[in-house]
């Protein structure tokens, strides 16, 4: 799979978890936040959260099922979880934390269980989705550093070839020619310095 | 990585411009002032979020989980240019933090920061000495200008 193709794929699914409302214009601030010393930021952040989201949820349900429910404690879990919702950009669980937190104010057990459950669904597949999304973001980078080493490996051969003229002209008692002379030509520098090299032979 | 979107530009409550933003133009607004701030927040990726957008722009930002951590720290001797407080913390609440920060003569900005905007929650902490109070999540729109604010 080419590495075009890949980065394709990558900037498809990621439009499209914006073009369908599970992320917003947060989950770019937390991407204008990963650079070179935290590089990884973005799959970070979104596993901690997925990682304090379960607990939180597993809270919740607890709560509910508690009797009599407790209102306070559960507008207490739902305010942590609408919060951390928020700040990754998770639109679509958000929206669905607003509406358990009406029910919950008005102390409404049933609009509470329902709610809830929109919430998990709406949780469960963000997770799913953005798994996806950084396996593919994750074999998009695998080859493009592949490319980038080989590209540094071939240009580093073709230095050591060239150097490697230098050393088998001075050999041979030639007038010295510098590389750095002929730097400019750049292809042409093969073709001459092979040229002096086989005249050189020939006068042997 | 990186979206291939232009930074977000903040506008400033004073509709000030928001030059030096512009990331594709390869600079990204810093504070020009050595700054300092103290995120207090119970809930760990808020806490993580808010201290890398605060040190994305140069402000030397440490962070704690409660209300009596921050008390604690700053009674310690530590000042800081920017405290952000959740609302919702255990045991001591975010007004009550102000409230003792504030107790303790630090001149601090202090922000309330809630996950559910209330009026009566943004009152009490109005009340309790804050500067400010708002939803989150944090944003360059709203960081920015008090960067700006408090560099100057």
């Given at each position: 799979m080419d590495r075009n193709h890949l980065?394709?794929?990558?900037?498809?699914?990621?439009?499209?978890?914006?073009?369908?409302?599970?992320?917003?214009?947060?989950?770019?601030?937390?991407?204008?936040?990963?650079?070179d010393d935290n590089p990884n930021f973005v799959e970070e952040i979104v596993t901690l959260f997925f990682n304090d989201s379960a607990r939180l949820l597993q809270n919740i349900e607890q709560a509910l099922v508690s009797v009599p429910i407790d209102f306070a404690r559960l507008d207490n879990y739902m305010h942590q979880f609408k919060g951390s919702s928020s700040s990754i950009g998770a639109k679509r669980v958000k929206n669905e934390c607003t509406?358990?937190?009406?029910?919950?104010?008005?102390?409404?057990?049933?609009?509470?269980?329902?709610?809830?459950?929109?919430?998990?669904q709406e949780h469960a597949i963000l997770r799913t989705k953005l798994e996806t999304y950084f396996q593919a973001y994750i074999s998009f980078m695998c080859v493009f550093v592949l490319?980038?080493?080989?590209?540094?490996?071939?240009?580093?051969?073709f230095c050591l070839y060239l150097f490697s003229w230098q050393d088998k002209l001075d050999h041979l008692g030639l007038q010295e020619v510098k590389l750095d002379d002929y730097m400019d030509e750049g292809g042409s520098l093969i073709i001459?310095?092979?040229?002096?090299?086989?005249?050189?032979?020939?006068?042997? | 990585m990186g979206a291939a979107v232009d930074h977000v530009t903040a506008m400033?409550?004073?509709?000030?411009?928001?030059?030096?933003n512009d990331k594709s133009q390869g600079q990204r607004f810093s504070c020009k002032s050595k700054l300092t701030a103290l995120v207090v927040d119970n809930g760990g990726v808020c806490r993580a979020i808010q201290t890398a957008l605060l040190r994305s722009y140069g402000v030397d930002t440490e962070a704690v989980e409660t209300g009596e951590a921050?008390?604690?720290?700053?009674?310690?001797?530590?000042?800081?240019?920017?405290?952000?407080?959740?609302?919702?913390?255990?045991?001591?609440?975010?007004?009550?933090?102000?409230?003792?920060?504030?107790?303790?003569?630090?001149?601090?900005?202090?922000?309330?920061i809630t996950a559910f905007f209330d009026e009566r929650d943004q009152q009490e902490f109005l009340a309790a000495g804050a500067?400010?109070?708002?939803?989150?999540?944090?944003?360059?729109?709203?960081?920015?200008?008090?960067?700006?604010?408090?560099?100057n």
């Open positions: 980065k394709r794929q990558v900037d498809l699914m990621k439009r499209s978890l914006f073009d369908q409302g599970y992320l917003d214009e947060q989950f770019i601030q937390l991407e204008e936040l990963q650079d509406r358990f937190k009406e029910y919950c104010t008005a102390g409404n057990a049933e609009g509470c269980f329902r709610t809830f459950v929109q919430v998990k490319v980038i080493f080989a590209l540094t490996y071939i240009c580093l051969l001459d310095l092979y040229y002096k090299y086989d005249k050189a032979h020939m006068i042997e | 400033g409550m004073s509709g000030g411009s928001a030059e030096g921050a008390v604690e720290l700053i009674a310690s001797g530590a000042t800081f240019s920017l405290i952000i407080i959740e609302m919702l913390l255990p045991f001591m609440n975010g007004p009550e933090t102000a409230k003792q920060i504030r107790a303790m003569g630090s001149q601090s900005k202090i922000l309330g500067d400010d109070f708002i939803e989150k999540p944090l944003s360059p729109e709203i960081v920015i200008p008090i960067i700006r604010e408090l560099d």
